[in-house]
């Protein structure tokens, strides 16, 4: 079943993806949150950013989706190495979150992470 | 003597540094004042430091180890010059002409103090063999420079002579004019019996129309014939013959030395309890406003001399006076403390001499380690604060004298009373009183010491201080004392109520917080070591061992709470939040302590001061094995300790400690300056909130520096769809205002509202009218106003703004963000209750997904952006007895069925949500109940542990295992439980096994552990389990306790098992306490029942295995095991009473009302025996008393599955009912050895005193014998974990009976097998293959 094979994405932030990272790897799928720098109509090609960190996203399979600069976006898509460690998500899901307190995300994001662990470890044993 | 060197006293002033020396190094005479000798040759030397450093170079090479202590001349050195009186003009400190005489030597004079005081030694030049030397402290200022010289031994320089019994002192001889030609008749013989401080009172017949400086002295003279007729021959001295046993010195005569021979003082405090002889006295009438006085007034012929007759009749050392009386008592002992400036001195560490006047004590040697000895001073023994002292109170006639020096200089600690309002205050009390308020002045100024300015504490001339402000609340008319002249007090002495002590049981303690936690770790340790000595001298340690598998340990958990009626102290301190965790805490500066309030109300400030006289201090923790010497608290609560400002440190890590308290029961005793006012501002707009969930506390994660700037604390909540609506111009509001009746009416500060407005459309525009159809009643404490409820209108948010569909309603769900300064806010809210948020828009409309407020869906609550607690009735009703419904009553019906008994000691920590208008700060009281009904929304349900259980079997049913195969999170509903938290222990995540529960108690709190908790209500127990923050469990979080689990997930897991687990947004919220003494004897121990799956599921979840599998499963994983009966081990079978049996229950398990506490079978699986215990129900399955009692007990017994019988009366069950109506209680015991049990070895006993017949005798052994010869069974059971093994064992002891060494296993689950189901089913599997 092709569903079957859509996986969920997982929650990133764009400084966890450095090509040492496990997180980076060909087709894996994400879920990253950051604010739009560049927009490209020709190329349907977006950059956000946060921290000092950036990604492309290819965002040609979207749809309804307004494409502000400064704004916060959030995408789910499969990442997509090219040479040279050079990365892009091909965007499935995006959309624009405007508002969202950043810190407070993350931390959830860490509780959620730390949550998951001591599950995954509890299961184990 | 020979060798000394002479020292002069400008070379001790040039010193200026205590010096202690000595003409004699080797040796001391036991001779107190060696024989006078003739004059030694003495050296005089030249001491100036330049040429002859003599005593400096004594001085530096060594220095001194401890700077407060007199530096010792190392070479023989002594004192020449003269002891006299100070002469009256002399410029001395206030204070020294009571206690000091002068010694001069050379140009020098310093105060001077003489141990063995001679009469003879005035005005003659003498050596000083030894002696210390104190010298003023110029900075200080005390005594201007100078210094006192402590003669301890001496001579004379000249030849001896004899003393001639002539004058000791005269008026004369000082220059006195006074008076000198008048007629002197009066001459009186007596022994001194006290004397008064110097004391100045306006002379009004004083021609100078100068103050008359003087003191009081009284004389006990002798009315016999012979002293009589000896006074009536003037001129002579000799007059006075006889011995002691023909004087009977009683009759008080008092005699007023007035100035210049107020310098006789030192003196005559020299001569007390001497026979004396004083003439040239002029009997007086002495007026003192209206008080007339006959005395003896001293004039300028006034002589004193001496007789060798001394009485002796004063004993010393030791204390020997009555309670209260004054007259002749003496103590002595040595200073070990001189505390609140003089005015309370502890002597030998166990008495406490209350020093009403500084002046009393001779303040240069009144140093500690010095040995003074206190005469006529009142013993009072207050009965306040259960704290047993002894206090010596001194008065008018007291004389403190020094018998021995300190060679510790300690700065002068005496210290002139200023005339402060709370120096007058103190002056006003009794002795008993005024010792509390000196203990209360102490404790304050520790305790506030960073909240408030001393100022504040103590009070001006002008203002009251808090202590005075405190302690005036609690005193009683009776612990004032009126106060009396100088002359009424000591010539009147006995009718000035001295004696007069009140009762001070209503005074108690105010105790620094750090010393509370001291004391609480001293009640903790005194228990354990009680427990300790009891079990050893008991012997009743039972060793649970054979039940406990290997690497494991028994959890013990105690909980003490102790009235604060037991411990005698009260509490005083700020109520503030923890940052970053919030939670309270009593705060003063030497401590905190976490505290819990259930009426915590929403205008507590955390700048004030709250009084707490009545709270419970809880101590929980771990029965850990105590060395009795290992600790040693020391005195904590002692007035030693208070006075001392004895700081105490924790030291204990394994025991937690709180305090409960209401706030009604508390005062608020100051409130600070800096307490913003808690104006409500009850005009414009307000968002209607309902508090959906509280997240627990965040650690922030410090290691990253994003999350620095985050909250810690979070709530979630429904923006409901309505606002409230007060128009600032349709009425006359006026500003509310702050009525702090603190002292008054011992209150809590009560803020009142004085709103008298009545709100309506009227003023408003015709377009927001038309919202404005929600009349509604607006109560704020006392007062009331009127406003209306207009709709806001909500649209579809975009992703920021998260909706909720509760009824059919969209409401907003938004997010609260404390901030730091409104931790104390998230402790108010409550999961359940409705708040007002004031709008920051100025209009009176307000769509809710434009507003502000609510931007980005969250909302900021801070000190100015407050929430403020509102219980909504509907025409006066609460609208929470409407909409809780179910899980209310299911969850109070767990307490009605609970004897009441068993929660004697049960402590209310979050008063029940039903109750929330009582401390909520609002009452919305909304006219229109039918159209309003539909605007809340309902509250989530809190489920009690059986309709978990039930709920969980249900979704077992309809939705199945879900599969979690690529899932990194379990998936299931977050739901809301209520129980008693039965047991909470570590889960040790590699060897599953049970550790002792010790988590909360490290330093680090945000440490996380895997915690399984069971929670039970009467019949059930569920197992909690997961992964909790220690920032996450509330104040209580042990045993004990009855607990609302928010948020908790409940789960299918990859095994087929139910599960319940903490996620990292459950919130748990502790609902009452009880106390937990020992939990051995825990009588509120639940039946270790376990959760109940349909048995048709179990075949397909739970592997097949045997007993030895079973048994060894470490984490008490189920196990199904096929298996037949064998034999019981152990039954108790009871009689069932309405009360006590859920008929519901009797009637789902097809049982009768039997009872079966303890069940034990011998279970076979084949291979090995297995005693199997089981609960009622199981153990009614296992004894098959459902079956028809007709095939039961005939030959033809035909046995088709269960048997089962639709009427109760055709069961076997039923039968056994009878018999245990008759007999109460029935006990079967096996007596057969493990190997060979069988049903031969069975004996039976009753409880009741009827004849247990041998036909019911046969009954029982029918049914046991049914129960074995029934089919094979399939039981799911696991392995005994420890909460069970107690029971079992506490159980077991008390029926006097052991446990058969087998292997022992609890019975979860019993399935009658049907062959046939069973055929067919291995039929499918094989056609499936």
Known sequence: MASSAIKPGTLVTLQELEPSSPMFKQGASLRVTGKLQEYSVETAVAVISDSGASLKIDTRHLRDVVFRIGSIYQFIGELLIQSDDDAILQARVGRNVDGIDLNLYYQSLQLRRQFEAEFSNSTRT | MEGAHVLSLSDLLRASRPLTGASSLVSVPTSPRPPPTKRSRVETLNLDHTTNPLLFSDLSPNPNPNPNAFLPIKRPVLLIGTVDLLPPDSDRCRGCENHCLSFSGGSSRVCCYVLDFDPEI?????????????????????????????????RFTGPATAFDGGFLLSALSIGSHQETNSVVRSRKIGVVRSISLVFKVPYATQHDGGDSVGFLAEILSCECDSCSSALMRQGTDNCFVGGNDVHKFTKPVFVYFLNPLYTWRPV?????????????????????????????????????????????????????????????????????????????VELDQKVFLLINDPQLAPHHSFRSGAIVSVRNFHLVRPNFASIKMVLLCTCVKTNIDVESFSLIETKCHLKIQSKSLLGKFINSLTFSARFWVLLLVSSFKQKFQSVCSEMEILGSNNKEGLVQTYASRWLSPNDYQPKHGIFMEFCKHDSCMYNSESDLKSLKLVIPLSNLISKCEEIWVSFILKRQKDAEKGGLRHNLSHFIHEGTSCRRFIRRIIPSEDLGFILLGSIKTSSPSGRLQLVDATGNIDVVIPDLVSNVNCHNIYEIREYKLVLEGSPTQLDNQQYDFGPLLTCRAIFQQFSCRKRLNNITMYVHFNLRDSNCLHVSSCAPSHEVACVGLFHLLLVKHKFPSTDNFPDDPKMWNCSSLFAEALVLPYNLNFPEKSGNIQPTEIVQDMLDAQKFVHVLSRITTTGSASNLRASERKFCHNPCSFSFRSASLHGTLMPARVH????????????????????????A???????????????????????????????????????????????????????????????REEHTSEVSSGRAGEPRSHYATELLLSSPLEHFHETSDFHLDLLNEEHLLGILPRPSEVLSVSSCIRMMTAEFRTTGISDLQGHWLPQGDLVSLNGNIEDVHLNDCKSTSFVSFRFLTGSDQRRISSVCIHVADDTCVVQISGHLSMRACPVGFRPGVKATFHRVLMMCSSSGRHALLFTPVTFIEINSIREVV????????????????????????????????????????????????????????????????????????????????????????????????????????????????????????????????????????????????????????????????????????????????????????????????????????????????????????????????????????????????????????????
């Open chain 2, 122 to 154: 005035l005005r003659r030049e003498i050596a000083v063999l030894a002696w210390n030397f104190l010298p003023f402290d110029r900075e200080t200022g005390v005594g201007g420079g100078g210094g006192v010289l402590e003669v301890i031994r001496w």
């Open chain 2, 268 to 344: 005559l405090s020299k001569m007390i309890g001497k026979l004396v002889v004083l003439s040239g006295l002029k009997k007086k009438l002495v007026f003192v406003g209206e008080e007339s006085y006959t005395m003896f007034v001293s004039t300028g012929r006034t002589t004193l001399s001496l007789r060798g007759l001394s009485t002796g009749t004063l004993p010393s050392g030791g204390m020997t006076a009555k309670d209260g009386e004054c007259n002749n008592s003496v103590y002595s002992g040595t200073i070990t403390g001189i505390y609140m400036q003089g005015m309370v």
């Open chain 2, 796 to 819: 579809r948010s975009d992703g920021n703004c998260f909706k909720d569909s509760v009824d059919g309603q969209h409401n907003m769900r938004i997010l609260l963000e404390f901030k």
């Open chain 2, 821 to 883: 300064d409104s931790f104390i806010y998230y402790q108010l809210l409550r999961i359940g209750g409705y708040y007002l948020l004031k709008c920051s828009s100025d209009g009176l409309t307000c769509n809710l997904k434009g507003c502000e407020c609510f931007a980005c869906g969250k909302t900021c609550i801070d000190s100015q952006n407050t929430l403020r607690s509102v219980s909504i009735i509907f025409n006066g009703c609460n609208n929470h007895k409407g909409s």
């Open chain 2, 1078 to 1329: 020992d939990e051995q004897s825990e009588e509120r121990m639940v039946l270790p029942t376990r959760l109940t799956f349909p048995t048709e599921h179990l075949s397909d979840t739970i592997p097949l295995g045997l007993f030895l599998q079973l048994v060894r499963s470490m984490d008490s994983k189920l196990t199904k095991v096929r298996c037949r009966v064998v034999t019981t081990q152990f039954l108790v079978l009871e009689h069932c009473g309405h009360d006590s049996m859920n008929s519901e229950q009797c009637r789902l398990c097809s049982i009768p009302k039997v009872n079966i506490p303890i069940a034990g079978f011998v279970m076979d699986d084949g291979l090995s025996l297995c005693c199997c215990w089981a609960d009622r129900d199981r153990a009614g399955m296992l004894l098959r008393l459902q079956e028809n009692a007709k095939y039961v007990f005939s030959d033809a017994k035909v046995f088709k599955g269960g048997g089962n019988t639709g009427n109760l009366q055709h069961t076997v069950g039923y039968h056994l009912q009878k018999m245990l109506k008759k007999h109460g209680r029935v006990i079967v015991k096996n007596h057969g050895i493990a190997a060979e049990l069988s049903c031969q070895d069975l004996t039976f006993s009753c409880d009741s005193d009827k004849h247990f017949s041998s036909s019911e005798e046969r009954l029982l052994k029918f049914i046991i014998l049914n129960a074995c010869q029934g089919s094979v069974l399939n039981i799911v059971g696991s392995a005994l974990d420890a909460n069970t093994l107690r029971w079992l064992d506490k159980e077991l002891l008390e029926l006097s009976t052991g446990v058969q060494s087998m292997h022992n296993a609890w019975v979860s689950e019993v399935e009658y097998v049907d062959p046939l189901k069973e055929a067919w089913t291995m039929l499918h599997n094989l056609g499936i293959k």
